[in-house]
């Protein structure tokens, strides 16, 4: 018997995966619960009533209409949430936040829009989530499909703490959800308790581990095609994040033409260097006829050449800078991964087990500068409001 699972999905401009993602949830889910929309600092990609340019909204409702039998999917708008010019306000918060306050599953599934997995990975995952019921979080590791589906971005900024706000980069995206919990920020994604605490690394697994000798990951198509590449660019150079700076006019020139020069330089965030390596691995199914879709024309969407990509792959000399920056970047990895546990994982684990279990009275006792690490919510840094599940 499957748990019950609510996914919950972001979206904006979410054509042409929209209608393959679903389908591919579809069988897995006690709920499919989408927030469609755009934050203000995503208005260049947005109608100017805050809605998806590409018919994203009217797509999620002609698939309501025609391949939701079960009523699964639920529909969110900013309107619906009472903002009337159609903006969600913030950064992503208030979206995550709106799919969580309606979410009834046992299980809270996090998936963005070029997000899939392999269905028999997601039994694997769903039959695991049955036997480890104390499970508060389960990360994936990802390929992250860069230019066509033929190609991965791999490199330092994947396994950088800050990427995604795990060691290894991996990504938080199933928690555990019972009553009063509450959604509390979407970078990273975070849950709490009805106390507040920090429940999200309480009990934490990686989905590599769970399948011995198979690790299970996601698959990211995240700048396949050049709408997504520069979109994507735009939106991350209006954020106040310093790594991103300069974001547009990099993702742009490598849409033009990649090369030995920038052939390294796919993403440069906190300091990494990045590069393309060939992906040699079958796609999930719905990734597959997504591309058979578009190989019969019946998908309306631009695709990026892949000459200058395949000259590059075919580059002797690339490949000897890709050996020397993979063995850098591992060497990195190693080091931060020896100071986070000589140094920072001490220091978190203490704080969220005392934040846990400490009685309040002492806690009332302890000098001001101490007892405020340990209040409720403390290790939260996002400003944003919870939302409690129902």
Not at 148 to 174: I, K, N, S, T
Not at 316 to 333: G, I, S, W
Request: hydrophobic residues 40%; positive net charge; charged residues 25%.
């Amino acid at each position: 018997m499957l748990p019950r699972i609510t996914f919950g999905l972001i979206v904006l401009n979410g054509e042409p995966f929209l209608r393959y993602n679903l389908r591919a949830l579809y069988p897995f889910a006690h709920q499919i619960i989408v927030a469609e929309g755009a934050s203000p600092k995503a208005a260049h990609a947005a109608t100017p009533d805050g809605h998806s340019v590409d018919g994203t909204l009217a797509a999620l409702r002609r698939f309501k209409a025609e391949e939701d039998p079960e009523d699964k999917l639920i529909i969110v708008t900013a309107e619906d949430e009472g903002y009337p010019n159609g903006f969600w306000p913030g950064e992503k918060d208030e979206q995550s936040q709106a799919y969580a306050r309606r979410a009834s599953g046992d299980w809270l599934w996090q998936i963005d829009v070029d997000e899939f997995y392999h269905p028999d990975d997601m039994r694997q995952v769903a039959a695991y989530l049955v036997r480890h019921p104390e499970l508060t979080c389960l990360t994936f590791r990802a390929y992250h499909f860069w230019g066509g589906f033929d190609y991965v971005a791999d490199g330092g900024l994947f396994r950088h703490r800050l990427f995604q706000g795990e060691l290894g980069g991996v990504y938080r995206r199933l928690f555990r959800w019972r009553p009063g919990d509450a959604y509390f920020s979407h970078r990273p994604p975070t849950i709490t308790d009805r106390q507040g605490r920090n429940i999200t690394r309480l009990h934490l697994r990686q989905a590599e581990t769970i399948i011995p000798g198979r690790p299970v990951r996601m698959y990211h198509y995240f700048m396949v095609f050049p709408a997504q590449v520069t979109r994507k660019g735009a939106y991350y150079e209006q954020q106040a994040w310093e790594w991103d700076r300069g974001r547009a006019a990099k993702n742009e020139a490598l849409l033009r033409e990649v090369t030995l020069e920038n052939g390294l330089e796919l993403f440069d965030q906190h300091g990494t260097r990045n590069w393309l390596e060939r992906f040699g691995g079958s796609h999930p199914p719905q990734i597959a006829r997504l591309r058979a879709d578009l190989a019969a024309g019946q998908l309306a969407v631009t695709i990026r050449r892949t000459d200058d990509i395949e000259r590059l792959l075919d580059n002797p000399h690339y490949h000897a800078l890709v050996a020397r920056q993979r063995r850098r970047e591992r060497l990195k990895a190693a080091r931060d991964r020896l100071l986070y546990e000589l140094r920072l994982r001490p220091r978190a684990v203490a704080v969220q087990l005392l934040s846990f279990y400490l009685p309040e009275a002492l806690r009332q006792r302890l000098p001001t500068r101490l007892s405020s690490r340990l209040a409720p919510g403390r290790t939260i840094t996002s400003q944003a409001q919870p939302v409690a599940k129902q």
